[in-house]
């Protein structure tokens, strides 16, 4: 029989500084989240996205968590989450206690309805029942979502935003209200992955990035184990072991520095799939006249 090649999903490529780097950490003894490429992935990720500060995270879905604690999802709130998305985008609502509004996708991008959402948020708000305290838009495979209503719910009615950019590094919106903006730096606080499918990894990692001091601060706070006393066995409040070590940061600053090459290989490689695939019975991933995607698959 004739062996079939296998068109993998997506998979990590590791051409870059990662080994150079991570012979530094084991040189160095700095394996954990001690060392300084720590700092650096963060500084960086923040210069690369476009928001005024990162902070790096053990997984994504540690740094959806932190960011629902921070935007003040807790038990008796309700919390919008896109209902097509990984699990992971839920779960983090619901390690918070709070409860789920699932909101359906419209086709032009195949994320969240924003524009129904807003009008269920109004009509909620008129009939005095409970409206969402906060969003999480997910950036669905690469393509940044319709954000502008929300972002007219967050003026309105006070409504935080959490954009869960796991799958659209580098991605960004082309015209509009947020022309120009990088997904995960409009909300009040964006989260990213860099698991090993991702366009970006650091092998298991994730990023909250927010324009907030302040947020910035207590999130770092909440993924260090909440500690407040200079021995480090003093916490003020429930905290986690969230924080990323050295050695994942190495390698997810080595795969930084190669974004933007990453990323035209992804749109060279969709714009090549469109073209073989225009006359074929299929309907294709979307491409909104506002969007700029990253194309993650």
Known sequence: MTAVSRIVLSEPMLGGNELTYLRECVESNFVSSAGPFVGQFETEFAKKSGARQAVACSSGTAALHVAMRLAGAGPGKLVAVSSFTFIASANAV???????LLVDSEPCTWNMDTERLYDDVVRRARLGRRIPSVVEVVHVLGHPADIEPILELRQRFGIRIVEDAAEAHGARWSSGAVGGRQVGTVGDLGCFSFNGNKLITSGSGGMVVSNDHA??????HLVNQAKSGDDGYEHDEVGYNYRMS????????????????????????AERYGRLLASAP?????????????YWL
């Open 246 to 269: 050295n050695i994942a940061a190495a390698v997810g600053l080595a795969q930084l520095e190669q974004l933007d090459t990453f990323l035209i290989r992804k749109r060279d490689m």
């Open 94 to 100: 619901s390690y918070t206690g709070a409860d789920i």
């Open 215 to 220: 947020a910035a601060l207590r999130a770092r």
């Open 282 to 294: 299929v309907t294709r991933p979307p491409h909104a006249e506002w969007a700029v995607p990253s």
